[in-house]
């Protein structure tokens, strides 16, 4: 399958401007969840672009800046790790997707979403599992999703020293356990992935 199979069927049926959507960060301990929206020219060919998590930081970086350039319209929305605790991780995506499609310049008449569950973007939508890997537009906006959050967490990295945000950017990796057993909870860890940490 071609990264544009997907989005040129649709085009050929009549739809103006197909919407790639994806995610980064539903894992991590820490930090924001991310979702990016993204409109690409019909068939434009970007060399090498794949699902961000197939790509080197340096490649990511590199085709950030093409997709950016390139796009007929792009959007990228942080929700933050306090109300990732409130209302739970899955809802929280949801909301950073709707937040991208919502702050886009030209409004999409259909979306593609990364994964198996519907966002409720009020848009015709159809979800793609591995749709990063499978369409030209999602694998977009997973571009533009990491690159956005990792950018934050290597901010954080200088604002919280000492836990390694820069290197795992929030990932329960052995040594971000290390670190939190040893300094604590920072105001950017999510409690409701540290209920065994408690308050300290």
């Keep these: 399958m071609g ?3 997907i989005e040129d069927s649709l085009y050929a049926k009549g739809c103006a401007a197909v919407c790639g959507i994806d995610e980064a960060g539903r894992g991590p301990l820490a930090g924001p969840v991310c979702a ?15 699902d961000s998590k197939k790509l080197s930081a340096k490649k990511r970086e590199a085709l950030y800046d093409i997709i950016t350039e390139q796009a007929i319209a792009w959007a990228v929305c942080l929700i933050d790790e306090a109300r990732i605790d409130e209302i739970n991780i899955l809802q929280a995506t949801f909301e950073a997707m709707r937040g991208a499609v919502g702050k886009l310049s030209v409004l999409p008449d259909y979306c593609l979403v990364d994964g198996n569950r519907d966002p409720g973007l009020g848009l015709p939508t159809l979800t793609v599992v591995k749709g990063d890997a499978k ?3 999602v694998a977009a906006a997973s571009i533009l999703a990491k690159v956005t ?8 990295d200088g604002l919280y020293p ?6 795992h950017k929030g990932y ?8 939190i ?6 105001p950017i860890h999510r409690r409701t992935f540290l209920k065994s940490y408690g308050n300290r």
């Design 3 to 5: 990264l544009w199979e």
């Design 162 to 167: 000492g836990y390694g945000f820069a290197v």
């Design 135 to 137: 369409c030209a537009t």
């Design 181 to 186: 057993d040893k300094l604590g909870l920072c």
């Design 172 to 179: 329960g990796t052995m040594a971000h356990y290390a670190a």
């Design 36 to 50: 990016a929206a993204c409109i690409l020219p019909q068939d434009l060919q970007i060399e090498g672009l794949n």
């Design 149 to 156: 959050r990792d950018r934050l967490m290597v901010e954080y």
